[in-house]
């Protein structure tokens, strides 16, 4: 019998993966498409990947260069000249109602201005805050990759046959894909003004240690995700040997296989870091009333944080000590996904589009004289059939990293 192939009556899932350096670091994006319909949808792609898809089996690749400035895929709003707009057409609110004061390189909606002749209210495409003063702010309109260059791959995952399904809504991959990415980086005017004032309040002032004394076993990202994360882990950690899990609980993600010297959990709930089978040693602080690390310098050559940075009310002094503690050429690798307590996390965390909160994570890291900066996101695959959000959604947790080293 012969070997499947990608055929006009294919339905294939199809991974996508885009590689692109900004003057901060390494970034990369991977989108899966679990229902990709050739007939319908693989004449969106650009040439190259048409060409190298087309009556290929299962793990197939195809790849290709493109301009982001000149990508018919990403619509007609790439390049725009910055625009300067009076304070009073800023409407911007957040979800409560309150205003919104506009940050220098911050993203905002563009529905959030008025007066300019093609832009809607209910647009939510994201423009760029270059420069505020009294009078009012000047705004980047162009699509936040506009300045880049993009390796795009695409990787045959799995072939079935559909027989003559041609309807439904099309898969403009590229376009969907890169809805997001390039809101991770600084703009060229310098760093991204994050933590202007009541970024870091939270909704719960009550100290941490109460919230934390309830133990909670249960996972916060779904089996794919945490499969996805696993796996990150096992790329990443290769060859470390001291680890460092920051506000651990009762679940390293750490690959069951991977061996190290020691791992050591800094944790809230003794109970939680207690069931953790992956600790060697296991440390309680609260490190939003004492965010000093209670280890000397260079004592660890990895530390992960999972989940939880979004927690955080003094980030800087933390991603400090994370510096101090780490030995030369040492990694430090932050997940996230999309699932939080938001009466714990700093409110500017809700406030985020989810690729500017690789943008804020990516500001401790470089405020903190960390080198050689990665984000990475992982978008679309399908949510298991048994997990309990899957009437919610029918895809899985997106998973979201940033790491970067010491330098050596």
């Not at 309150?98 to 994201?126: C, H, T, W």
């Not at 499969?227 to 390293?252: C, K």
């Not at 003794?270 to 490190?287: F, H, K, T």
């Amino acid at each position: 019998m012969s070997e499947p192939r990608l055929t006009q009556h294919s339905l294939a899932h199809l991974a996508f993966r885009a590689d692109w350096r900004s003057e901060q670091g390494r970034h990369s994006e991977i989108w899966h498409v679990p229902k990709f319909n050739v007939w319908r949808d693989l004449d969106l792609l650009p040439p190259e990947l048409q060409q190298g898809l087309r009556e290929q089996p299962q793990g197939s690749r195809a790849s290709t260069r493109l301009d982001l400035a000149k990508c018919e895929q990403l619509g007609d709003w790439q390049t725009r000249k910055p625009m300067r707009i009076k304070a009073d057409r800023f409407h911007g609110r957040r979800l409560d109602g309150s205003r919104l004061e506009p940050q220098i390189g911050r993203f905002y909606p563009k529905g959030m201005i008025a007066g300019v002749s093609d832009i809607f209210r209910g647009n939510m495409q994201p423009m760029r805050v270059l420069d505020t003063d009294p009078d009012g702010l000047e705004v980047d309109l162009s699509h936040p990759m506009a300045r880049y260059n993009a390796r795009i791959q695409a990787e045959i995952i799995d072939l079935q046959p559909t027989g003559d399904e041609h309807g439904g809504r099309c898969n403009e991959v590229i376009n969907d894909m890169l809805l997001g990415p390039g809101m991770q980086v600084r703009s060229s005017q310098g760093p991204t003004r994050f933590l202007s004032k009541d970024a870091l309040r939270r909704v719960d002032y009550n100290a941490d240690g109460i919230f934390y004394s309830l133990s909670r076993m249960v996972q916060h990202l779904d089996r794919r995700c945490l499969r996805e994360l696993e796996g990150q882990y096992r790329q990443l950690l290769g060859g470390r040997q001291r680890v460092l899990d920051l506000m651990a609980s009762w679940d390293s993600h750490l690959p069951p296989e991977m061996e190290f010297e020691q791992v050591t959990g800094l944790g809230m709930n003794a109970e939680e870091l207690d069931a953790n089978p992956r600790l060697d040693r296991c440390l309680r602080q609260d490190l939003n009333r004492k965010p000093v690390l209670p280890f000397t310098d260079a004592s660890f050559d990895a530390v992960i944080c999972s989940a939880s940075v979004e927690y955080l009310t003094d980030p800087l002094q933390v991603f400090a000590e994370v510096h101090r503690v780490l030995s030369p050429g040492g990694i430090c690798v932050v997940s996230f996904s999309n699932r939080w307590f938001p009466t714990k996390s700093i409110a500017l965390w809700s406030d985020l589009h989810e690729f500017e909160r690789m943008g804020l994570v990516s500001e401790y890291f470089l405020e903190n004289d960390f080198a050689d900066l990665h984000s990475l996101s992982l978008r679309g695959l399908p949510r298991p059939e048994d997990d309990p959000h899957y009437g919610k959604s029918a895809f899985a947790d997106p998973l979201y990293l940033v790491w970067a080293y010491r330098q050596a």
